[in-house]
């Protein structure tokens, strides 16, 4: 209800300024004037006519413009630098201008006054083309101009009203006083929308924000919102919304590099995740990056390669020695470096930038190289949150960020110096692992949102292979990695070596020991057999022997007819 | 309308104290303080540039081009065409001393 009722109760008028909009929920207050403030040389002009050739442009509602500084020459200059023909527009009836000239030593006070003779000359531009809007930039020149204050401010109260009788959407700009808003307290009359830009400069890197004092009858933003003035006009990134209720995506993409992908639960990384890299210097973060930019050109994906340390050039180069060639996929269109000093301009127009080229370029992967370069252009609490709003709108548009954090020698491994470890879905950390007088680079999986990742150390070897994954040597001795793990492992082998050296001589000991009994047992048995034949034949022979005894005693017996003992009976046989 | 004063220049060579003045006065319609400005002008003038002078009225409720072209913002406004160089009195032209310093004109 509230709602529908400020829709009845406040028009808005469309800015067509981008991000402006937005953040005014609809544009500026239609039929009302509004009142742009700040100090020289902060764009309330460039605003100004902005709203101005927009409206006349994109909204078909024809602007006046008065100038009270620049010349007709001047302002058609301005105009041009924007991209617009003002004569043109002027002859369309578009645009209608005025230049309001006053100088103080050619007019002399010598009364009572008022500035019908400037309502007329508006009334008549806003006739002449029928305008909806109108800039006066900047009309507190009028107070350089004439003494008598009582009447400005009188003529001033009498001119708001009079626009805003005539449903004309009015843009005054004024300069910044120091106590108020605007040297002359124009924000007095002019109260139903103000805005104050702003123009600061820290470590030689401007940045230009706008902020909306107030808007009365209408919600805003009430933050301080940066802004660029680019080729095309002024451009607000609104700082995008913190609801965190962007789709995820479970499909996964390799990093290019399999035995990583195996560490990260076999899969490798969640497709619209935001990955950090980070290590310190020459550990192979712009290598790792290299690899995964590779493997996706290789799906067919589309890259942007944002280079803020090496040119292109030098980064094709150099990644050919680990045996990466990103030249042809540059040529496929498929890859697509952007490589600018992060000193070149403010981090507002860099974030502009990479907006425009994701934009333009529609990138599935989106490197940033190193991430901790940007650092330089602002301050911690700046940097993160143009990072914050990069990501967000990175992972709303389901682009896969990879960033290389350099970190700087001594400062803590575990922590980014833009403080945005928490925005960070995958980290893989390198590090330096020096022993024996010799570096070798270490790779541990810090985090990684949503899977099962490996907590292993892996060292990491660069050659014109590429990159490998090794395992490092874990054992009493420690973590060993490079040629300590080369002398480790070697030492290993020939120890055990030695000893399968020492197993298999036993074996064969034990197998000749087991030989020479078998064959013990093989003579004993057939010593045995032998005696078991003797003893059989010896038996069988006193069978028959014993056999025949009886028969010869019986025929004895028979014989003598008589008994005998049987000592006679054996002596008698054994005679026989 | 510029022509008159040119016709008039010529006797003044041989009398260079002699000057042609041409003022305009911008008014708005028949405001108070237009009829007051043009009331104190015919006075002023009648006083101290006798027989040398030509006022022309230009009404810009009538004209309202011209506000543009000749940097009209106060009304009323009177300007010193000759001679020149040009130069802009503002207000209803009340307080004489400044009317005269304004145009500067030498008072004897």
Known sequence: ?576 | MKNKPVEKKKPAKSAPVEEVWILRLYVAGQTPKSIAALANLKCICEEYLAGKYQIEIIDLLKNPLLAKGDQILAIPTVVRQLPPPVKKLIGDLANTQRVLVGLDIKTA
């Open chain 1, 1 to 576: 209800m509230a709602k529908l009722q400020q829709a009845i109760v406040l028009k808005k008028c469309p800015t067509g300024i981008r991000g402006f909009d937005e953040i005014s929920s609809g544009g500026l207050p239609k039929g009302r004037p509004t009142l742009i403030c700040g100090s020289a040389g902060c764009g309330k002009t460039v605003l100004a006519m902005e709203f101005l050739l927009r409206g006349a442009i994109q909204y078909k509602e024809p602007g006046v413009f008065v100038s009270f500084e620049e010349t007709p020459k001047d302002l058609t200059q301005n105009f041009a630098s924007l991209g617009y023909d003002l004569n043109d527009l002027i002859a369309r009836k578009l645009i209608a201008m005025d230049h309001v000239y006053i100088e103080r030593s050619e007019i002399e006070e010598t009364g009572e006054y008022d500035l019908e003779g400037l309502f007329i000359r508006l009334a008549y531009a806003i006739d002449s083309i029928k305008a909806k809007r109108i800039v006066l930039d900047t009309i507190e020149s009028l107070f350089s101009g004439l003494t008598n204050v009582g009447i400005l401010r009188a003529e001033l109260r009498r001119l708001f009203h009079w626009l805003k009788d005539r449903g004309i959407t009015a843009v005054i700009t004024g300069e910044s006083g120091e106590k108020s808003l605007t040297r002359y307290s124009l924000e007095e009359y002019v109260a139903d929308c103000v805005i104050l830009l702003d123009f600061r400069i820290r470590e030689q890197i401007s940045t230009r924000r706008l902020r909306i004092i107030k808007y009365r009858g209408s919600s805003h933003g009430a933050d301080e919102y940066p802004f660029l003035i680019e080729k095309t006009g002024i451009s607000i990134l609104p700082l995008t919304s913190l609801l965190l209720d962007h789709t995820v995506s479970n499909e996964h993409i390799s990093s290019g590099i399999p035995r990583l992908d195996n560490m990260l639960a076999g899969n490798g990384f969640y497709r619209g995740s935001t990955i950090l890299i980070s290590g310190t210097a020459g550990t192979g973060k712009t290598s790792f990056a290299t690899k995964f930019v590779e493997a996706a050109c290789k799906r067919g994906e589309r890259c942007l390669y944002l280079a803020f340390e090496e040119s292109t050039n030098q980064i094709i180069r150099n990644m050919k020695s680990i045996g990466t060639d990103l030249a042809p996929w540059v040529k496929k269109g498929r890859l697509k470096f952007h490589a600018s000093r992060p000193s070149l301009y403010g981090l507002e127009m860099h974030l502009v930038t990479i907006h425009k080229l994701i934009v333009e370029f529609k990138p599935k992967i989106v490197i940033v190289d190193p991430v901790s370069n940007l650092t330089a252009v602002g301050t911690p609490v700046e940097v993160k949150s143009v990072l914050t709003r990069l990501f967000d709108y990175l992972k709303a548009s389901h682009v896969t960020t990879l960033l290389t954090d350099l970190i700087h020698f001594g400062s803590s491994l575990e922590r980014t110096n833009e403080e945005i470890s928490s925005l960070i879905d995958a980290w893989i950390l390198l590090r330096d692992i020096e022993i024996n007088g010799e570096r070798n680079r270490g790779l541990y999986i810090l985090k990684s949102r949503g899977m099962a990742h490996s907590n292993q150390i892996r060292e990491v070897l660069l050659s014109d292979r590429g990159i490998e994954l090794v395992d490092v040597y874990l054992g009493p001795g420690g973590v060993l990695t490079g040629s300590a793990r080369a002398t480790q492992e070697a030492k290993e082998k020939e120890e055990a070596r030695d000893y399968q050296y020492e197993v298999d001589r036993r074996t064969h000991e034990a197998e000749r020991k087991r030989k020479v009994l078998e064959a013990k047992i093989e003579g004993l048995r057939s010593e045995f057999d032998m005696e078991s034949e003797e003893l059989h034949i010896i038996s069988a022979d006193e069978k028959k022997r014993h056999k025949v005894g009886i028969a010869n005693r019986s025929e004895m017996a028979r014989l003598r007819k008589a008994d005998r003992s049987t000592d006679s009976r054996k002596k008698g046989r054994k005679r026989t």
